[in-house]
């Protein structure tokens, strides 16, 4: 009960900060974050953008400080037969803070997935930062659906090295080629 009044709460909340963030001229928005993998959270708050804005750029974060699991291109290729079936998404990488990459591309909103409330705290700190770096671009944060909520790519790989089932977590691409790699 109290995990569905949270979820209620912040399902207002978001709806709240879509109502003042939107602006017609707001048609490109870019997701960014390390997909490593993409999960099917990933992919319902990808889906979901992509039904709101004319494009969507899935955006992979290389981070040269961070271990990687997989690399940025096998990522990309990932993410590409993933989203095969979604027209208005593109898939690309970018080095460095996310506000510049999407000047760069021209975008006017950056999509942050919520699958918590726990998140929320994190991912506001991040979108106020942004804003400061750059006010005409804003952050619209999406809900994945409840059966997502608990999916975290960490959770997958750790799942995947001990020899457990992650087709219930990640698309299946990214099931067949982590399945092939690993196994």
């Known amino acids: 009960m109290h995990f569905q009044k949270q979820n209620f709460l912040l399902q207002k909340l978001i709806k709240y900060i879509l109502i003042l963030d939107y602006n017609e001229n707001m048609k490109t928005a870019i997701y960014p974050g390390s997909f490593d993998p993409i999960t099917k959270g990933h992919l319902d708050v990808l889906k979901t953008s992509a039904e709101i804005f004319d494009k969507v750029i899935i955006a992979v974060a290389g981070n040269s400080e961070k271990h990687e699991f997989l690399t940025v291109e096998e990522r990309i290729q990932l993410i590409k037969e993933s989203v095969i079936d979604i027209s208005n998404v593109e898939v690309d990488c970018f080095e ?63 799942i995947l090295l001990n020899n457990g089932d992650i087709s219930k977590f990640v698309p299946k691409p990214v099931c067949d080629y982590l399945n092939k790699q690993i196994r």
């Open 96 to 158: 460095g803070l996310t506000i510049n990459y999407a000047k760069k591309r021209g975008a006017q909103i950056l999509i942050r997935g919520l699958r918590a409330v726990s998140d929320f705290e994190y991912e506001m700190q991040l979108s106020q930062t942004n804003s400061a770096l750059s006010d005409e671009i804003k952050t619209v944060f999406l809900i994945t659906k409840p059966e997502y909520n608990f999916i975290s790519s960490s959770t997958v790989r750790e």
